[in-house]
């Protein structure tokens, strides 16, 4: 009986939100309750260092934490050379996410969430670009909705960032940008397979996801396109691929193109 629960829920979850599992951004969706879940993530770019292109790169661990079916906690750090010739430790991130909101129906639901980011990061304040993900010390909150009817989910996130740089604070602060508004729209599609018959059948979905910032002090801004595609091997193993390119900027910014490889594996019940 206990075998057989287990895979009506890994079916489940399966059916109802492999597509929503995107590469570059969160659904309002959580990891499952009680759960574990670890990824790897590195990404390839030809940046701008020392006025410079080269190829560039970071790597980023990360441990995800299923609360409650409402609540997840994410902690991560990187490891890079995107500022340094060296590739070295770079920076730690805590990220929490609840819930608030969920309206189930059958092959469909609405979910939204509240989110809060914290990172320090030791790479040098260079470029317009407020990241997170590596390249900046500050926090940010915001709310992601996520809409999922049969294998379609659109999901889209607003959110207030922060730099808590030390230069923001000098007596004659640097004409650097400091805060900025996120915006991102994300859309998966399941495209195999057709039918479900087992929770050990691989899933591959497809994804274009919109990443856009606006910074409110300088005003400048960027909008990316990411397009990508992903395996899910006996629900619990997730292989992405992702290529984000720029659309329109007039930012300063360390690449205007690169690639994300990653792979996170989930460990249901452990907790």
Do not use: W
């Amino acid at each position: 009986m206990r075998y057989i629960t287990l895979c009506v829920l890994l079916l489940s979850i399966m059916r109802v939100g492999a597509q929503e599992l995107y590469i570059y951004t969160e659904p309002a969706s959580n990891v499952p309750a009680k759960s574990i879940s670890a990824k790897l993530s590195a990404n390839y770019a030809e940046g701008m260092r020392d006025g410079s292109k080269s190829l560039v790169q970071r790597y980023r661990p990360e441990m995800y934490m299923g609360l409650s079916k409402n609540f997840m906690l994410r902690a991560s750090g990187t490891f890079a050379n995107m500022h340094t010739d060296a590739f070295k430790f770079e920076s730690v991130s805590l990220y929490g996410k609840y819930r608030f909101l969920s309206k189930d129906e059958a092959h469909r639901h609405f979910r939204m969430a509240a989110f809060a980011d914290a990172s320090i990061s030791k790479a040098p304040f260079r470029y317009d670009e407020i990241a997170l993900m590596g390249d900046k010390t500050g926090a940010e909150a915001g709310v992601v909705a996520t809409q999922l009817i049969n294998k379609l989910a659109i999901s889209g996130i607003v959110s207030h960032v922060q730099v808590l740089d030390k230069s923001r604070f000098d007596e004659l602060p640097l004409r650097l940008p400091y805060q900025a508004m996120n915006y991102s729209l994300s859309a998966g599609y399941l495209l195999f397979p057709r039918k479900y018959e087992d929770y050990n059948q691989t899933n591959f979905n497809i994804y274009t996801e919109i990443l856009a910032q606006q910074t409110l002090d300088t005003k400048r801004y960027y909008i990316d396109m990411a397009p990508g595609v992903q395996l899910i091997f006996n629900s619990n193993s997730k292989l992405n691929l992702g290529y984000r390119f720029q659309l329109g900027s007039d930012m300063y910014r360390m690449a205007t193109n690169s690639f994300q490889l990653s792979f996170e594996r989930t460990f249901f019940g452990v907790l």
